[in-house]
């Protein structure tokens, strides 16, 4: 049973441009999201996060936002670079769970 | 900065073998999990702990063990190696009892079994 789901394996978007990454989840309970990048052969670094007390939640190019209706999140990064290009995951917890349930992934290629 | 730090990066290991990959953390966090990726499957837990001697099965926990004996340490056992157990192994520990945070990686294991 997937809880966190990321319906696009791959995406590719031109240098400069807006990526836009989505994820869907089915637990209810999830209250923190959050979205890593990794690149290959390395592990996934902490990119940013979003409470559900909230619904947006910006840090420089990249901004997530928080649909909790729909059980959807997505994370905008404008503009794209070329560095950007890597295997994105979404992960969600809930209150007083420590664990983190993970996404499949989606792999942005910038292409310059 | 947080480090985790992973034993091996790439292991090759015979069929049936005991393995043992390591992890360690130097930030006093209370909570550390193992992670196994794998094409079209994303990251899946297999074991964490939220203190010493502590441990809860994850997602994923047949054919393996943990063990930590001490706070910065988390190891993970395959007891008889399989070659379905061929895959990146990834190392995360997180603070606890404060709220959400985000959990940090260490760089990860590429592990064989021939």
């Known amino acids: 049973d997937q809880q966190v789901k990321q319906n696009s394996p791959s995406l590719s978007v031109q240098e400069g441009r807006i990526s836009i990454l989505n994820c869907d989840y089915t637990?209810?309970?999830?209250?923190?999201f959050l979205w890593y990048k990794k690149y290959p052969a390395e592990g996934p670094t902490f990119l940013i996060s979003?409470?559900?007390?909230?619904d947006k939640n910006e840090d420089g190019r990249f901004t997530v936002f928080l649909n909790k209706s729909a059980k959807h999140l997505s994370l905008h990064i404008v503009p794209s670079q070329p560095g950007d290009s890597a295997v994105y995951f979404c992960?969600?917890?809930?209150?007083?769970?420590?664990?983190?349930?993970f996404g499949t992934g989606t792999r942005l290629t910038i292409i310059p | 900065d947080v480090k985790v730090t992973q034993s091996s990066r790439y292991l090759v290991k015979r069929t049936g073998e005991k393995v043992f990959l390591e992890c360690v953390q130097d930030?006093?966090?209370?909570?550390m999990f193992w992670y196994r990726q794998d094409p079209g499957l994303g990251l899946r837990l297999i074991y964490f702990?939220?203190?010493?001697?502590?441990?809860e099965k994850g997602d994923i926990p047949e054919g393996y063990s943990v063990s930590r004996e001490k706070k910065e340490r988390f190891s993970l056992i395959l007891e008889s190696a399989s070659t379905n157990q061929t895959s990146m192994y990834l190392c995360?520990?997180?603070?606890?009892?404060?709220?959400?945070?985000?959990?940090?990686f260490g760089q990860g294991t590429r592990l064989t079994v021939v």
């Open positions: 930030m006093d966090h209370e909570n």
């Open positions: 979003i409470s559900s007390i909230k």
């Open positions: 995360a520990s997180k603070t606890g009892g404060e709220g959400d945070t985000e959990a940090f």
């Open positions: 637990n209810s309970m999830f209250d923190y």
């Open positions: 702990s939220y203190d010493v001697k502590m441990k």
């Open positions: 992960a969600a917890s809930d209150f007083g769970n420590e664990k983190l349930t």
